[in-house]
């Protein structure tokens, strides 16, 4: 696990940078210089993008991640051509889109005209940010199989934000008007790609090899099967992940400025996330060689340590959020108050979620890896029609409802299976006292009187928080891994 903590740490630090980036474009730019309208049509495009470059992969991307360790393991460089058929398979499905999104534009246009015309007017953006989207997360999936997860990393997560502050910050001195600043969001991922296509590039381990090997004939029928369900499974994960956003901005009253509250929301509790996105570029390769030598031994040390590592930190990030929401509100406006709830409720499906390791990076690399397709299914028949009509009673607060029922079925769904299967579980008496310690610190210092002023009040209450949470789990010795890098870190300064 050393190689592993070790780039969860500097990715985990890279991640964060991007999110304090992220969380001055979102909490502070966005709303003072470009507006809620126009902070909620980039969140639209974004996930509208998102959803279609899932589309235009058409399987390579987990075809890359599954079947990666295999052609390193028998073909060198020059002779493999799974590269090729990855890239060939993306450059298809572009094209495809680029055919067929004529013809359902003018279905997008009548959703979206009433309540949110501002995203009709920018409709076309969607072709370049999609297109763009799709080879980056191809190319991605090259740099995790190659352990270069770290710079892969700092594309998505840093220089993302950093180009999008410039691009706010170039509007906001009128050096460009608005249209231009849509324009320039929509390429947005272009200089990920073209950095990552060099870096990757000069290792000397992509190829183009335009013959076909001996490999992709021994593998092609599972190559097939597998990229097809699991590409289904994918495009699902994507609908549950962006629909929310989709819905508000095409049915709340609200439209885009819903949407742009509804993504503030979920900005908060996406910081959650970092150290899962982190885990997963890191720790997927690590999975794939393990099922590979049929190594479940080490699956369920990852799995364990993953598990009680996300929670913990999970917890940090949620106690933290909850214990300032409330200046939040004061900070953003009284046009936010509706966040307070739906942090509570997306924050609690959130810890389910982090509490249950990386179930779905083991299961849809095992030989059972079809649940990943149904378990997707499942994920999407829930809560599209719960997000639509909890949208249509309550408003912006409705689809946070419904993604914690959702994310809750889908995870405990995924748990069943796995302990079924292979007896494999997450779960120890770490994750029970990791729980217990955050809730104790949490009511006590939700117990600190308000001084009156915004920034004391966060700055106090967040650093008593962790401070009392970080001893807690130190003194308790709730994470090994946590323990050993701060020993490290001490023997290391000597402290």
């Not at 191809?138 to 199989?145: D, G, K, P, T, V």
Request: net charge positive; aromatic share 16%.
């Amino acid at each position: 696990m050393g190689i592993v903590r070790k780039q969860s740490i500097i990715s985990s630090l890279i991640t964060y940078a991007g999110f304090v980036i992220g969380a001055i474009n979102v909490l502070w730019l966005f709303p003072h210089f470009v507006g809620n309208s126009g902070l909620g049509l980039t969140r639209v495009l974004l996930d509208v993008s998102l959803f279609f470059s899932t589309a235009c992969t058409l399987g390579s991307v987990p075809i890359a991640f599954k079947f990666f360790p295999f052609y390193q393991s028998y073909l060198p460089p020059e002779k493999n051509d799974l590269h090729l058929i990855t890239f060939s398979l993306c450059f298809l499905g572009c094209l495809l889109f680029i055919i067929i999104m004529p013809h359902l534009k003018p279905l997008i246009i009548r959703k979206f005209g009433e309540h949110s015309p501002l995203f009709v007017d920018y409709f076309d953006l969607i072709y370049p940010f999609t297109i763009i989207i799709a080879f980056f997360n191809l190319l991605e999936a090259y740099a995790w199989s190659l352990k270069k997860t770290v710079l892969s990393n700092a594309m998505k997560e840093l220089v993302f934000r950093v180009l999008t502050s410039l691009f706010i910050i170039a509007f906001a001195l009128k050096w460009i008007s608005f249209s231009h600043f849509i324009h320039l969001y929509s390429y947005v991922y272009l200089l990920p790609v073209l950095i990552l296509v060099m870096v990757l590039w000069s290792s000397g381990k992509i190829k183009l090899n335009f013959s076909i090997s001996s490999v992709t004939r021994r593998l092609k029928g599972k190559i097939i099967t597998f990229g097809s369900f699991i590409f289904l499974g994918s495009l699902l994960n994507i609908i549950s992940r962006t629909n929310d956003t989709i819905i508000i901005a095409s049915k709340a009253k609200g439209g885009l400025v819903d949407a742009a509250v509804f993504s503030i929301a979920t900005y908060l509790i996406t910081i959650m996330e970092v150290p899962q996105r982190s885990l997963v570029s890191i720790t997927t390769p690590f999975i794939a060689e393990a099922w590979h030598k049929r190594d479940v031994k080490k699956i369920d040390e990852i799995y364990k340590k993953t598990a009680l590592n996300l929670l913990i930190v999970g917890l940090a990030i949620f106690g933290l959020v909850l214990l300032n929401i409330d200046d939040a509100v004061k900070f953003l406006g009284p046009a936010y108050e509706p966040i307070k709830v739906i942090v509570l409720y997306m924050g609690i499906a959130k810890i389910i979620d982090l509490g249950t390791g990386m179930n779905s990076q083991i299961l849809f690399l095992s030989k059972f890896w079809k649940i990943d397709f149904f378990t997707q299914i499942l994920l999407v028949v829930v809560s599209i029609p719960l997000n639509y009509w909890l949208t249509s009673s309550y408003g912006v607060i409705g689809p946070a409802f419904g993604n914690l029922i959702a994310l809750t079925t889908y995870n405990t769904v995924r748990f069943i299976f796995l302990w079924k299967f292979f007896k494999l579980q997450p779960f120890t008496v770490q994750n029970l006292k990791a729980a217990l310690l955050a809730l104790a610190c949490f009511a006590l210092v939700y117990l600190i009187p308000n001084t009156g002023h915004i920034y004391l009040n966060v700055f106090i209450r967040s650093a008593v928080f962790l401070l009392l949470y970080g001893f807690a789990i130190l003194k308790f010795k709730a994470s090994d891994d946590i323990t050993g890098l701060v020993e490290t870190a001490k023997a290391k300064f000597r402290w």
